[in-house]
């Protein structure tokens, strides 16, 4: 069923007024009276709705339900990504949020090669990518794309969630199965991974001063742009949140 | 450390001679004598070298240690996909390698849009985009990409494997932690997607009737190229493979 954020839409009286790109992506689609649509708040709930009538100017439909989105996962896993080069952003963005992600932020770390080259004009595009994502994978919000800085504002970040967790390659590490079965509980997690070259030694020394989980993801060595989604997806697994 | 699988290299009495496009490899990564690299035979084994000499012909290296290739799953996950378009196979066959599949298949089922053009050409491409994936992400073989033909056969090979598990977006399912959980001890296993358009009511039922476990994955919709990783990647979690 076609999926539309609030963009340019109202809710009034059981009816919604779709204008803008929401009226002209119904137009796009040829919908007809009568067909059914999702209206979603962005904020977790879906707006059932029959198309009524629609036009170049504005679409109006009939609102028949109104629902707990249920695609949105009980925990909110913030992705915390090490800049890739080239468009590994945008696959990243993409597959973390038909994983789930609740928020993607991207930093500087020791050794990014990437050069965070206008990232104003960047966070547009990402934040489209996410949108496009959303719509696609019937999330109930539209992930934020963000810039989180360097990697102290990183470890900030980190440690105010109920579950921190930091992928490495090397040393002591605690198995990520054995941290993720021991939080099942946690409703708010971050996961951080690193760019290309991983991180260096004195980031993981960091992060687990600043008492994240420092964990390993077994001997296969993920691509920077796997490793979130397969990080992310063990997440959704251990809480419950894909089946 | 670089890591060759045994395409054109010897082993004879503790040392390893490489030939042809291994030597050329070699050179090109300018390796110097001292440095180690690592020559798998594929079959799960790992030989530990120290280069001793290199040149346009041959490269010589000394074995150091013979151990099993650590990054090789427990389980032997066979992943079979319903063909999509373009450049997805290429992904599908990159992240499933690292994930950890024991090999990947392409087949043709009812809603399958993409037409199966030249496959031959096709597999051999395929295969070398696996043993780059391989070589990257360490694996101790490398898994074969195959064409496994129409469904009916998808599915005689799926009723084969310990766990046969199909990915399905509507209707009566197991939840896929359940069956996971329950097959833990799995040492083979087949997990099935579709392509873009998803799979026909009626190849479902065909799978139920086989045996296989009709399985969700939430209620995200995911795009046919990310929902065999995030599969493969549950499976793995599941097993005690990513820790």
Chains 1, 2 share one sequence.
């Not at 137009?27 to 007809?32: D, G, H, I, Q, S």
Request: net charge negative; charged share 25%; aromatic share 6%.
């Amino acid at each position: 069923m076609p999926r539309f954020f609030m963009a340019g839409t109202n809710l009034l009286g059981g009816m919604a007024i779709m204008r803008g790109r929401d009226a002209e992506h119904v137009r796009v689609l040829r919908m007809r009276p009568g067909e059914e649509l999702i209206i979603c708040d962005g904020q977790g709930t879906d707006y059932k709705c029959r198309l009524v009538s629609s036009d170049k100017e504005q679409a109006e439909a009939e609102v028949i339900e109104v629902v707990k989105c249920p695609a949105e996962p009980s925990i909110k896993v913030t992705v915390l990504c090490g800049l890739p080069k080239g468009d590994r952003t945008d696959y990243i963005i993409q597959k973390c949020v038909e994983a789930g992600a609740y928020e993607i932020m991207f930093f500087m770390s020791d050794r990014c090669v990437a050069k965070p080259d206008k990232p104003e004009k960047k966070l547009e595009r990402w934040q489209r990518i996410a949108e496009e994502a959303a719509k696609q994978s019937g999330r109930g919000i539209i992930p934020q794309v963000s810039w989180a800085g360097d990697f102290t504002q990183v470890l900030d970040i980190a440690v105010k969630k109920d579950l921190a967790l930091f992928m490495y390659e090397t040393g002591e590490r605690e198995a990520l199965n054995a941290v993720l079965d021991a939080n099942a509980n946690a409703s708010t997690a971050a996961i951080i991974t690193g760019p290309e070259g991983g991180f260096a030694q004195f980031e993981a020394d960091m992060a687990k001063v600043c008492g994240l989980h420092i964990c390993s993801m077994g001997e296969r060595i993920l691509r920077c742009e796997t490793a979130p989604v397969v990080a992310l997806t063990a997440a959704m697994y251990a809480t419950g949140n894909l089946s």
